[in-house]
Nanobody
Framework: QVQLVESGGGLVQPGGSLRLSCAAS????????MAWFRQAPGKEREFVAA????????VHADSVKGRFTISRDNAKNTVYLQMNSLKPEDTAVYYC????????????????WGQGTQVTVSS
C-alpha cells in the first residue's frame, strides 16, 4: 500500500518557478513508476510528466517540455516536479500518482494518487 502527500503549490507570477514534491509512504514505492497530472477547473485531467522507478528515463508532455522537469529520490521516497517559466495556462490542481510504467499515461490504470496541490499562475 502506498500513500502520497503533495506539497509546494501556490501562487506565482508568469515566468516564475515552483517545485512540487510528493512524499510517499510504503515499502513498495521504489518499485512504482510515478507521474504528475494536472486538472484545471471544468477540464479533463491531463498528463504532465512521468518517471520509472529507476529514474533513468523520463517523459514530459509537449506543453511543458523544456520548462518542467520530473525527478525522484527513492532514498527519500519523494518525486519532484520542477516548474520554470510558468504560464497562466499552467494554472491547475497538480496531482502525483503511481502505477505501472507500462500504462503510466493511462489515468484509469493508476492505483495511487496524491491529494492534489493548487498551482496558480497570475499577475
Amino acid at each position: 500500500q502506498v500513500q502520497l502527500v503533495e506539497s509546494g503549490g501556490g501562487l506565482v507570477q508568469p515566468g516564475g518557478s515552483l517545485r512540487l514534491s510528493c512524499a510517499a509512504s510504503g515499502r513498495t514505492f521504489s518499485n512504482y513508476a510515478m507521474a504528475w497530472f494536472r486538472q484545471a477547473p471544468g477540464k479533463e485531467r491531463e498528463f504532465v510528466a512521468a518517471i520509472p522507478w529507476s529514474g533513468f528515463s523520463t517523459v514530459h508532455a509537449d506543453s511543458v517540455k523544456g520548462r518542467f522537469t520530473i525527478s525522484r529520490d527513492n532514498a527519500k521516497n519523494t518525486v519532484y516536479l520542477q516548474m520554470n517559466s510558468l504560464k497562466p495556462e499552467d494554472t491547475a490542481v497538480y496531482y502525483c500518482a503511481s502505477g505501472s510504467w507500462r500504462t503510466i499515461l493511462v489515468i484509469s490504470t493508476l492505483e495511487y494518487w496524491g491529494q492534489g496541490t493548487q498551482v496558480t499562475v497570475s499577475s
